[in-house]
């Protein structure tokens, strides 16, 4: 396409738009919206099956009317304590209620997580890309935090 198609389209879009001012809105916020939100019904990843186990260690509402939303973070297995702090843990967020209810009853327990990954930063009620869709109580491992009572221990200085 040279310049002067490009123009005259251009001319013509304009000329639509002064002759259908509503349709050229409504078409505009549809758009907007569509483009928006495509990212919340297209995943990136799919950790469903495979998952990500540990003890779920936070859960709590975060968020102001009407973008409340659940977050949570997961101490994995495996993970290392490095001057009281757990170094490997895995943020998310639970839109799904039945989801919800259960992970409150599970808290401070190990469980093994199926997710959801998109990249949809357009929505209000979430901060991260995984979005937990499963969870499935794991039994305690021997020596594990969740078998010891773990507390992590403080920091002096």
Request: hydrophobic share 35%; proline share 3%.
């Amino acid at each position: 396409m040279n310049a002067r198609q490009m123009l005259d389209a251009t001319k013509a879009t304009v000329k639509y738009v002064k002759r259908n001012p509503r349709k050229s809105a409504v078409f505009a916020v549809v758009g907007y919206l569509g483009i928006t939100h495509a990212g919340d019904f297209i995943t990136y990843s799919n950790g469903m099956d495979v998952g990500r186990s540990g003890v779920l260690q936070k859960l709590s509402l975060k968020g102001t009317w009407p973008c409340t939303y659940w977050a949570g973070q997961l101490a994995m297995d495996g993970f290392e304590v490095k001057n009281g702090v757990a170094t490997n843990v895995f943020e998310f967020n639970v839109q799904n209620d039945k989801v919800t209810k259960e992970l409150i009853n599970l808290d401070g327990k190990r469980v093994k997580l199926g997710y959801l990954q998109s990249y949809s930063h357009w929505n209000c009620r979430r901060d991260t890309d995984y979005l937990i869709e499963k969870v499935t109580e794991l039994p305690d491992r021997p020596g594990t935090a969740a078998t010891k009572g773990y507390q992590f221990p403080t920091v002096h200085q």
